[in-house]
């Protein structure tokens, strides 16, 4: 079973915080890198910020030094702490290996509101 779900987001004022949790499935998961994508309105889904299995991180410029990436392994789990948000990081917010696992499957994301 293929399984991406994603949820913790919410509205926002700028300056707060939110955790996002996404529970993958093993097929997905175990022995990948997972990322976080973003997808604002009217612009493309980006890749915000990634882990591989042995804990290699990376961000995107935008983000970094506000949101912090972790896995957990055992619960198949990939999380997303997003610290200072800003307006400009409104989205629908996704999880999924990168590369993108071999089915083509998404989750339904979960949504990101910050208000200024």
């Known amino acids: 079973q293929v399984q991406l779900v994603e949820s913790g987001g919410g509205l926002v004022q700028a300056g707060g915080s939110l955790r996002l949790s996404c529970a993958a499935s093993g097929s997905i998961f175990s022995g990948n890198t997972m990322g976080w994508y973003r997808q604002a309105p009217g612009k493309q889904r980006e890749l915000v910020a990634q882990?591989?299995?042995?804990?290699?991180?990376y961000y995107a410029y935008s983000v970094k030094g506000r949101f912090t990436i972790s896995r957990d392994n055992a619960k198949n789990t990939v999380y997303l702490q997003m610290n200072s948000l800003k307006p400009e990081d409104t989205g629908v917010y996704f999880c999924?290996?990168?590369?993108?696992?071999?089915?083509?499957?998404w989750g339904q994301g979960t949504q990101v509101t910050v208000s200024s």
């Open positions: 999924n290996s990168n590369p993108y696992n071999v089915w083509g499957y």
């Open positions: 882990i591989t299995t042995g804990g290699t991180i």
